[in-house]
């Protein structure tokens, strides 16, 4: 199993990016695992940002992303997306996605598959 993260970057404040996040495996099937959405920055322990459900049907949030990010998936694809508005330099991070059964939402220690990290550098 692969989790693939990309798009990552250097934006300014304010600015927005879109991550993406494909799952690729012989025998994994994407559609019935919750992804996950965590990121670390310099000196910090990884946190979670945000989750949505293998239907899609629920999502959850960090409180500090809360408004700003929006996390998606198209099952069809193997993707799981986060849309990220109105970034600030605090979210300047490693962003990583991850994949959990269904009962998995925002511990570390729940997901099952992880990717390698994408940087997101957020100017002032």
């Known amino acids: 199993v692969q989790l693939q993260a990309s798009g990552g970057g250097l934006v300014q404040a304010g600015g927005s990016l879109r991550l993406s996040c494909a799952a690729s495996?012989?025998?994994?099937?994407?559609?019935?695992?919750?992804v996950a959405w965590f990121r670390q920055a310099p000196g910090k322990e990884r946190e979670f940002v945000a989750t949505i459900t293998w239907s899609g049907g629920s999502l959850y949030y960090a409180d500090s992303v809360k408004g700003r990010f929006t996390i998606s998936r198209d099952n069809a694809k193997n993707t799981a997306y986060l849309q990220m508005n109105s970034l600030k330099p605090e979210d300047t991070a490693v962003y990583y996605c991850?994949?959990?059964?269904?009962?998995?939402?925002?511990?570390?220690?729940?997901?099952?598959?992880w990717g390698k990290g994408t940087q997101v550098t957020v100017s002032s």
């Open positions: 991850a994949a959990g059964s269904p009962g998995s939402y925002s511990r570390l220690r729940d997901m099952a598959y």
């Open positions: 495996g012989r025998t994994f099937r994407f559609s019935t695992y919750n």
